[in-house]
């Protein structure tokens, strides 16, 4: 859907002769992957995933993600609300000095994506309780 993405190959597994299976590899989205693709020194990088119930820092911090957090749980009622995700004003111009905490269209594209294929072992996961199977990575400078 033309966002970034890891990248991964499928694989048919010989040793010595014996056939062991189709493997797969697949890059992981921790702070050498941002730096790779993204630019920027890896101390730049907070990058957090789902790991034993709750969202942990697999780079840098959390503080960003527990921003964005508090203002969806406290939902996006009003376009201020909303704007404000998006480091913007209230009427939803542009703000240097405000933090964007959230690429709307870029979430938008993984949400279609995941609804589309059906994924019951990611985010939406059907029947947990807590998140699971995601990372996310965010540029503090």
């Known amino acids: ?13 010989f040793l010595n002769g014996q056939y062991w299976g189709l493997y797969q590899t ?7 992957f941002a730096n790779t693709y ?19 820092a ?5 503080e960003a993600y527990n921003d964005l957090h508090a203002l ?3 939902g ?3 376009d201020t609300a909303y704007y404000r995700a998006q480091g913007m004003r209230p009427d939803g111009t542009e703000d240097p000095s405000r933090e964007r905490q959230l690429d709307v269209d870029n979430l ?12 019951t072992d990611g985010p939406l996961s059907l029947g947990g309780g807590s998140p699971n199977n995601f990372y996310a ?3 503090r400078a």
């Not at 697999?58 to 959390?62: K, P, Q, S």
């Not at 938008?108 to 994924?119: A, K, L, P, Q």
Request: with cysteine; net charge positive.
């Open 137 to 139: 990575l965010r540029n």
């Open 108 to 119: 938008i594209d993984y949400m279609i994506i995941n609804t589309y294929c059906g994924i």
């Open 72 to 74: 969806a749980t406290i």
């Open 76 to 78: 996006f009622t009003s």
């Open 1 to 13: 859907m033309g966002q970034p993405h890891t990248r991964s190959r499928y694989y048919h597994l």
């Open 38 to 56: 993204f630019g920027g020194p890896r101390e730049n990088w907070d990058v957090i995933k789902p790991g034993g119930g709750a969202v942990r």
């Open 26 to 32: 697949q890059e992981r989205a921790e702070s050498a």
């Open 58 to 62: 697999v780079d840098g911090t959390l």
